[in-house]
């Protein structure tokens, strides 16, 4: 129970990454907040497990990307549960596409989700936390943000993820020494981003990948926990790397 008594608000957690960090936190005692975009019946069926682990959960639907969205769901938050410990920004979308076919319309998108609802979801959580005198904000940041890293194809996405990568560390240095903040950077993980990728991609990953395997969405998950609990109170401004070695080659 490394989490028992903390409220964490996880977005993007009907699916994938998210998901297994929300459910991760619940076995380890926390209330959790499970925040989507579009899938509600996948949301509801996360609060469900949850609820049956004889802790609290609520889902939130919310755009990350739309500031009155986010300011509503930090608003029933405090409603329902009086208190922010942990936020997970983890909402993300990936467009691959080469580079002469992109849009300005691609780059404001991918932006958008991926690091200005980090933005606006952490500012949130800041003037609680702040209030409260603690808290923690984590953010899914990704190897494609590694400035060795970026993917020929997706350079929207890589350029997000480097933004993220300087936005945790600076946003640790704003924030300290009241909010650690610190990241989980995933190598190509085993969720539904990637169950679009064509077979050659698929392989390219597994066989990059040291350990041979896509990551889990569970592996993510217990670097999460770790973070969010006590455990890591030394360590803000950090970004843990879980990629099975995929970023060594
Ligand atoms: N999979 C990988 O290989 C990989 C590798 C490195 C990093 N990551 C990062 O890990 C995070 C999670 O990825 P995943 O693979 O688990 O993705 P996923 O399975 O596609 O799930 C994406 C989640 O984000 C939510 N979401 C998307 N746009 C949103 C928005 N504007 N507002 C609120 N929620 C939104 C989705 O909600 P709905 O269900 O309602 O659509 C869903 O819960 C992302 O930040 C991604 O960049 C993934």
Do not use: H
Not at 103 to 114: A, G, I
Not at 203 to 216: F, G, H, M, P, Q
């Amino acid at each position: 129970m490394r989490l028992k008594g903390k409220v964490c608000l996880i977005t993007g957690s009907s699916r994938g990454i998210g998901k297994a960090t929300a459910v991760k936190f619940a076995v380890n005692g926390a209330s959790v907040v499970v925040n989507y975009r579009v899938n509600e019946n996948e949301a509801n069926e996360v609060v469900s497990e949850i609820r049956k682990l004889g802790v609290q959960a609520i889902a939130v639907k919310a755009d990350v990307s739309v500031p009155f969205e986010v300011k509503n769901m930090f608003k029933m938050v405090l409603e329902e549960f009086g208190k922010i410990d942990v936020l997970v920004n983890n909402a993300g979308v990936d467009r691959p596409k080469p580079f002469l076919d992109l849009t300005l319309s691609d780059w404001e998108e991918t932006f958008r989700v991926n690091l200005y609802g980090a933005f606006l979801c952490s500012q949130e959580a800041a003037k609680v936390m702040l209030e409260m005198g603690g808290g923690k904000i984590l953010n899914t940041v990704s190897v494609r943000g590694l400035s060795y890293c970026g993917r020929r194809g997706n350079i929207v996405y890589s350029a997000s993820k480097a933004a993220m990568y300087s936005f945790t560390k600076t946003l640790a240095k704003e924030l300290a020494p009241v909010i650690r903040v610190n990241g989980v950077s995933p190598g190509p993980s085993n969720t539904d981003i990637s169950r679009v990728w064509d077979s050659k991609t698929r392989e390219t990953a597994i066989n990059d990948s040291y350990l041979k395997r896509l990551v889990e969405p569970d592996d993510i998950a217990n670097a999460f926990v770790f973070l969010a609990s006590d455990e890591s109170n030394a360590m803000t401004g950090e970004v843990i790397i879980v990629d099975g070695g995929y970023n060594l080659s």
